[in-house]
């Protein structure tokens, strides 16, 4: 089976739920492979329970959303870091 993706604009409502204001436009460093790039590039996978974002480049989980009861977790782990403006 194949699982498709579509781009990270997809999360921007959970992730501006998560940060207060829209962050696709914020810029990540991939701790896998250092590629740098906004989180609208982010490839994301949203048919689980949670909202996954790979690196569009070696495709790593970057970054994990998922909605407990009233709360927003995000997971940043497979970022170095992430500028948000
Ligand atoms: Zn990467």
Request: glycine share 10%.
């Amino acid at each position: 089976m194949t699982v498709s993706h579509v781009d990270g604009n997809r999360a921007g409502g959970i992730l501006a739920q998560a940060f207060g204001r829209d962050v696709t436009d914020a810029t990540g460093v991939c701790a896998w492979c250092g590629h740098r790039h906004v989180l609208a590039e982010c490839h994301v996978y949203d048919q689980a329970p949670g909202i996954v974002m790979r690196c569009p480049i070696c495709g790593n989980v970057e970054m994990v959303i998922v909605e407990v009861r009233t709360e927003v977790r995000v997971s940043l782990r497979g970022f170095r870091y992430v500028n948000i403006a």
